[in-house]
Nanobody
Framework: QVQLVESGGGLVQAGDSLRLSCVASGRTCSSYELAWFRQAPGKERESVASITWTGGRIYYLDSVKGRFTISRDNAKNTVYLQMSSLKPEDTAVYYC????????????WGQGTQVTVSS
């Protein structure tokens, strides 16, 4: 069993920055592919960014490219999402998720952390 716990969300103004963290505990594996998803009210959950265990392949949602950076510290079993130049449309609950590889669906999920960006 793997537990994922997000932190770092909050209320900020447009243009501000936040860094989200997600720490894995319990039965962990540093080779897991990790990702950040978000869900805004009335919207479908969408993938924001993902990173392979080596960091060699990184995906970003088009709307966050150039503003968000995903990174990981495998020794700390932690994945980060550095968010800069935040916009009101970034407001959502952000979730971290993990899977062993792209042959699987994301099967480990955190409870989410709220990010609210005021205009």
């Amino acid at each position: 069993q793997v537990q994922l716990v997000e932190s770092g969300g909050g209320l900020v103004q447009a243009g501000d920055s936040l860094r989200l963290s997600c720490v894995a505990s319990g039965r962990t594996c540093s080779s897991y592919e990790l990702a950040w998803f978000r869900q805004a009210p009335g919207k479908e959950r969408e993938s924001v960014a993902s990173i392979t265990w080596t960091g060699g392949r990184i995906y970003y949602l088009d709307s966050v490219k150039g503003r968000f950076t995903i990174s990981r510290d495998n020794a700390k079993n932690t994945v980060y999402l550095q968010m800069s130049s935040l916009k009101p449309e970034d407001t959502a609950v952000y979730y971290c998720a993990g899977r062993r590889g792209d042959w699987e669906k994301y099967n480990y999920w955190g409870q989410g952390t709220q990010v609210t960006v005021s205009s």
